[in-house]
């Protein structure tokens, strides 16, 4: 911040000096001083972060990026070329006003809507995403702020709805109970398997949520606004979890 003030009143008196006092000299001598200022900071910032980061993590390659997406919504540019990218182990942040585009860039990541122009990369290769089963078989998942869960079913029917264990023609219903208590004693979710969503709390609705990535073995998981119905105390648990899953690799992209 005081580099900044610096720099700025610098670049305030070189300009005085050239325009409105003829200063040549002066206003010469300005900037110098000015771009020798940012260059010494530049350094000290490029050291500091290969002392924070450590240098390999200085080129970590991407595991996704978005190149140059656009979207219309009949008529409306919703998105115009917009590049993203997300790295494996961190939580990516994807901020903006509300109507900038945000959540529609991720539903373009996760299948939900098909992208005008622009390409996604995996690891460097080339994917075509245009539905969300295409978006899981890529092991990408999102967690939208409208909950995709039912609420009248137990917490293993949401895991596996769509995917369930049959034995014998029929659904192996023991052995799913046995798989999802196996999975949230790993994650550490205090979460009775048995248990029907519409009795969980709002954190612990999450919490399912993300246990069913994990359960499709999403390597990326978006979460759209996920604190915007928790309690503080709750938020404290979102974020626990999703330190974790950072330690595990996982790539969490928060809007």
């Not at 070189?14 to 000299?25: P, S, T, Y």
């Not at 182990?89 to 529609?104: C, D, F, P, W």
């Not at 248990?195 to 994990?214: D, G, N, P, W």
Request: charged residues 30%; negative net charge.
């Amino acid at each position: 911040e005081e580099t900044a003030k610096a720099l700025t009143k610098l670049k305030m008196r070189a300009m005085l000096a050239r325009c409105v006092i003829g200063d040549e000299d002066g206003a010469d001598t300005r900037l110098a001083e000015s771009e020798e200022l940012y260059n010494s900071w530049h350094n000290k910032e490029n050291e500091r972060n290969e002392t924070f980061l450590g240098g390999d993590d200085l080129n970590k390659r991407p595991v996704l990026e978005m190149k140059g997406i656009s979207k219309r919504f009949a008529g409306i540019q919703a998105l115009d070329n917009v590049d993203f990218n997300a790295y494996a182990g961190e939580i990516n942040i994807l901020i903006g006003e509300n109507g900038a585009g945000k959540s529609t860039l991720m539903r373009i990541l996760a299948g939900a809507h098909t992208a005008d122009e622009g390409v996604v990369l995996i690891n460097g290769e080339e994917k075509k995403i245009s539905t969300p089963a295409e978006a899981i078989n890529e092991e990408i998942v999102m967690i939208y702020q409208e909950l995709n869960l039912i609420y009248e079913m137990t917490v293993t029917e949401n895991m596996y709805l769509g995917h369930e264990l049959l034995k014998g023609g029929m659904i192996d219903k023991r052995k799913q109970q046995e798989n999802v208590k196996k999975l949230l004693e790993e994650l550490d979710f205090d979460i009775d398997p048995t248990a029907k969503i519409e009795e969980l709390s709002a954190a612990k609705r999450q919490m399912v949520e993300i246990a069913k990535a994990i359960h499709l073995n999403a390597k990326v998981i978006i979460m759209d606004e996920p604190t915007s119905s928790l309690a503080d105390n709750e938020v404290q648990v979102l974020f626990r979890v999703m330190r974790q899953l950072k330690e595990q690799g996982v790539c969490i992209i928060l809007i």
